[in-house]
């Protein structure tokens, strides 16, 4: 959905103007909640239509203020300055905010694909899956870098799929734009990933989004990230003492742990990418016949597709829908089951498939609907 300044400027097809300025008209009213995406720490994403046009979806993260926390409401101007300005197929693009004494709510093009961390296997992706999904990543962050902006979360759960099956980063929550060749100090990111350097609080730059990069690699490739524990201490002991201290797994292929260690030297002027705002990650031997040029016109076929598996949304897509998605979705709230767990429920074994077995708070009704529209 290309609807930034920017995009319609180049196609221009009357349609996309149509609808770059319906969006800069929208009001919170306008839109309907049709379920939840997604929850992170700060609040709640859901996924919204437009009460006179339902087709149009998009996501709505909502952030409750804080009213005594002034880091707070200086993150969430952060993330709203930062991630409105970023024009990149590999970042979420952010449409517009909506803000009440309350609270913050950011509208966001929608990716239907859910996060990269709902999709990964127990026993992680294949390599060619790996190379994908962090070549995307790649491009995200050298857009970024090169626009002086670090992440500073990049993790499987703030990346997330579209429905051709590209990954985009998000959550923008951490992310700072810096001037150039200052460090900066706030201690920010999700334990499992941080730097060395964050953890010690030495200062921090570009280099912890290698870091984070080569974790998350690690993580794709054999479905955790290498430095597990309850004990968030014992993470950060782990962090400090190195990637070399990792036990790599058997089943790794040696560029992979070779990519992997390159992005997650102690020293953070020693990561593969620094030298080059990420750039230099292009050549590593992963990446030996990867079409980037390829990736960046969408013409790589990505590992799997995705598609809605939600069969409301699809529905709605189809312009279909109407009766059973509004009687699932106002039953799931009474009873607090979202689309979304549902839809968990089909990758579940089995046994456990049939939604009735675990619903018997729903009446006759309900359950028969709900199976049918789960078939
Ligand atoms: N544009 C989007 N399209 C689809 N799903 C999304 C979108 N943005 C976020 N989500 C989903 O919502 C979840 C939470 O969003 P996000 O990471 O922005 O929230 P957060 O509260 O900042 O999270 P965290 O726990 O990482 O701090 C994501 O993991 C993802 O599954
Ligand atoms: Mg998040």
Redesign the pocket.
């Known amino acids: 959905m290309d609807l930034t300044s920017e995009d319609y400027r180049e196609t221009a097809p009357l349609i996309q103007v149509e609808k770059f300025l319906k969006i800069r008209i929208l009001h919170l009213s306008d839109l309907k909640e049709v379920s939840m ?7 709640r ?1 859901d996924l919204v239509q437009v009460k006179d046009d339902p087709k149009q979806l998009f ?1 709505l ?1 909502h952030i409750k203020k804080r009213p005594v926390d002034k880091n707070q409401h200086k993150k969430l101007r952060q993330e709203k300055n930062i991630m409105s300005g970023v024009k990149c197929n590999f970042v ?1 693009k952010m449409l517009k905010m909506f803000e009440n004494d309350d609270s913050v709510s950011l509208l ?5 694909g ?2 990269l ?2 999709a990964l296997p127990k026993k992680g992706f294949d390599t060619a899956a790996v190379t994908f999904f962090t070549a995307c990543m790649v491009e995200a962050l050298v857009y970024l870098h090169s626009h002086n902006i670090v992440h500073r ?1 990049l993790k499987p ?2 990346a ?1 799929l579209d429905q051709q099956g590209y990954l985009k980063l ?2 923008f ?1 951490c992310a700072q734009q810096l001037t150039a060749n200052i460090k900066t100090w706030t201690m920010c990111g ?1 334990p499992d990933y941080m730097a060395p350097e964050v953890i010690m609080n030495l200062g921090h730059d570009f280099s912890v989004d290698y870091w984070s990069l080569g974790i998350f690699i690690y993580e794709c490739a054999t479905g955790a990230p290498p430095y597990k524990s309850n004990d968030i201490m014992k993470i950060f002991k782990q962090a400090i003492a190195g990637i070399k201290t990792v036990q790599f797994q058997k089943s790794l292929t040696p560029t992979i742990v070779d990519l992997v260690t390159s992005l997650c030297a102690s020293v953070p002027e020693k990561r593969l990418g620094y030298r080059s705002r990420g750039r230099e990650i292009r050549h590593h031997k992963l990446f030996e016949r990867f079409d980037w040029k390829g990736l960046a016109a969408g013409t790589v076929k990505p590992p799997f597709v995705p598609g809605v598996h939600f069969p409301v949304i699809r529905k709605i897509q189809e312009g279909v829908a109407d009766f059973p998605t509004n009687f699932l979705i106002m039953q799931m709230k009474k009873c607090q089951i979202t689309i979304v767990w549902l839809s968990k429920l089909r990758s579940t074994s089995k046994k456990s498939r049939d939604p009735r077995v675990h619903l018997d708070i729903w009446d006759d009704a309900c359950k028969t609907e709900v199976s049918c529209i789960l078939l």
């Open positions: 995406l997604g929850n992170g720490s700060y609040g994403v996501a993260k979420v966001m093009e929608c990716c239907l859910g996060s961390s709902s979360d759960g703030n997330v998000c959550d929550g999700t």
